[in-house]
């Protein structure tokens, strides 16, 4: 069985690069307001109350997109390049990855077997989110 879940969060990718200082034990405070922003667009997609009820670890595992939209004044800096504004995309994952499973379903994110990440111009600072149980075993 497969299930599938999608949502937009409007808010600005955040690097794993920003979220501690000193040593992993010490979050700054740019990423715990980040993360309380994150936490409570989570809290409404029901979706993902779902999916984590769905899975079974023993036949599922999770396929992850992520994509993170920059305006186009962002994106590219005056000599049109991509802007050293935008986040690598080897950063966003981790500090995203941790609110959705571990704070959001419950669900330790080792059972993700699939990434994707990529950042394009969008309309506005956001990041889409697709989630989907695939077959842990073919």
Known sequence: MSFRVEFTLDIA??????????????????????????????????????MAARFDDTKDAFLVEVCVEYPKHVFYNKAGSISSKTVDCTNVGKPLIDLIFR???GINDKHITRYVESKRVGARNQIKVVLALIPLKD
Request: aromatic share 12%.
């Open 13 to 50: 990718a955040f690097s794993v690069n920003k979220m501690t200082y000193r040593d992993v034990r010490f979050k700054t405070a740019e990423y715990k307001d980040w993360a309380t922003a994150v936490l409570q667009m989570l809290s409404e997609e029901k979706d993902l109350v779902d």
């Open 103 to 105: 704070d959001t379903m």
